[in-house]
């Protein structure tokens, strides 16, 4: 009888890199993507170090593939918010996609900065931009549809919907910092940002 162990299963393999991704989910809601080192999440995962790269190439492999996991959850519960208006207007649904947005990323603030605004390695930031190009499409599509229903002034729906997107971003980067001081209240951010949405848009008011 050989000595030699045994290979780890597939399934074992895939159990391993399921624990390394949660690993890395957990630590970068608690603390952002730069609290969560290759040490760090492998002990949080229960492996050693060197186990990681036998499944990851790197650590911005890892987030890669974590980001775009969860960027690709964020963008269907943001549409869902939209589809979940039933019979609404065009500016309604992208007022109600936009406040999803910004609800779920001050419900998760650390996370929220990470896919935002956190500087991270240059292979995660690809899908950071991936994940502004998804939910600017969706919304392209709305305000297409509000424009063809004669609900919303012609505009060019690329450049306005990445626009959307863009802003509503970068009106979460400093009440998701974690050295924000004294942020505005969750409630007050997300209807400043759902009312900046129906006026960029060219809606009237609700």
């Not at 910004?102 to 996370?111: G, I, K, S």
């Amino acid at each position: 009888m050989s000595g030699t162990a045994a290979a780890p299963s597939s399934g074992a393999a895939a159990g391993t890199r399921e624990r390394l991704l949660l690993a890395a989910r957990e630590l970068t809601v608690e603390g952002g993507y730069g609290a969560a080192s290759v040490l760090a999440i492998a002990e949080r995962a229960g492996v050693a170090a060197g186990t990681l790269y036998r499944h990851f190439p790197s650590k911005g492999e890892l987030f890669a593939e974590l980001f775009r996991a969860v960027c690709d959850a964020e963008v269907a519960a943001a549409a869902s918010a939209g589809e979940a208006v039933a019979g609404a207007s065009a500016a309604d649904r992208i007022e109600a996609v936009i406040g999803r947005f910004a609800e779920r990323a001050l419900r998760r603030p650390r996370l929220a900065w990470a896919l935002i605004a956190e500087p991270v390695d240059p292979v995660v930031d690809v899908e950071r931009l991936a994940y502004r190009r998804a939910y600017a499409r969706d919304l392209a599509a709305l305000l297409r549809e509000g424009i063809a229903a004669g609900e919303l002034p012609p505009q060019d729906v690329d450049i306005v919907a990445a626009a959307l997107v863009g802003g509503a971003a970068d009106a979460l980067v400093g009440p998701t910092s974690p050295v924000a001081a004294d942020p505005p209240p969750p409630e007050q951010v997300v209807a400043a940002i759902r009312a900046f949405a129906r006026r960029a848009v060219g809606a009237p008011g609700p």
